[in-house]
């Protein structure tokens, strides 16, 4: 079965500083890879995804994550946060028919000024 | 493109009733998933649809039932509503055929209160 955990329900930065949000799954096969973020009282807009092609992948608003398998881990990053950034952030694993897609429990970036 | 449109925004129901949330996929999306979203938590997968079939469940009670129409749009029906029913309901959607593209797409939402 699919699982993602996401290590740290809240993550707090400065403005300008390194973020870095913590993603490991489990699969028994090559899965899809999501981070999605989410404002207050909306839905989930994607911010990249790995398919099996590069392992480096860069998303919007300047993200990107790094899939390592051998870690099984999908850690996201950015390297200047800005306060814009401030929100839920998501996790999802899918598997490679696209039936059914798990999501972490989501860690809440808090950037500061 | 309109994207992934749910109805209604907002519902206030009473505990034993029954309710029927809608969604409209994005334009050229034949699949569509749907999400349980408690306060403070991760998005929870109910079924997903897909050629108006339900293609995948997860661990949610028969209580929760869907239906998908041949122009894709989708709804979920919940009976015999519950204080714990009470979340915000997402649906997703994306495309199987003619090219399989796994990411989704959600809507805003729908925030349904069981009192």
């Known amino acids: 079965a699919q699982s993602v955990t996401q290590l740290g329900s809240h993550v707090s930065v400065s403005e300008g500083a390194l973020v870095l949000l913590r993603c490991n799954y489990s699969?028994?096969?090559?899965?899809?890879l999501f981070w999605y973020v989410q404002y207050p009282n909306q839905g989930l807009q994607l911010l990249l995804k790995y398919t099996s092609a590069a392992t480096l992948v860069k998303g919007i608003n300047g993200f990107e994550a790094e899939f390592k398998k051998s870690e099984t881990s999908f850690h996201l990053t950015k390297p200047s946060a800005h306060m814009s950034d401030a929100a839920e952030y998501f996790c999802a694993v899918s598997d490679t028919g696209g039936f059914k897609t798990i999501f972490g429990a989501g860690t809440r970036l808090f950037v500061k000024a | 493109d309109a994207g992934v449109t749910q109805s209604p925004t907002h519902l206030i129901k009473t505990r034993g009733q029954q309710v029927t949330l809608r969604c409209s996929p994005k334009?050229?999306?034949?699949?569509v998933s749907w999400y349980q979203q408690a306060l403070g938590q991760g998005p929870q997968f109910i079924f997903q649809y897909y050629e108006e079939e339900e293609r995948q469940r997860g661990n949610f009670p028969d209580r929760f039932s869907g239906h998908q129409f041949p122009n894709y749009s989708s709804e979920l029906n919940v009976n015999a509503l519950l204080l714990g029913d009470s979340a915000l309901y997402l649906c997703?959607?994306?495309?199987?055929?003619?090219?399989?593209?796994?990411?989704?797409?959600f809507g805003q939402g729908t925030r349904l209160t069981v009192v």
């Open positions: 699969s028994s096969v090559p899965p899809y």
């Open positions: 997703a959607s994306s495309q199987k055929a003619p090219k399989f593209i796994p990411e989704a797409f």
């Open positions: 334009s050229g999306h034949d699949t």
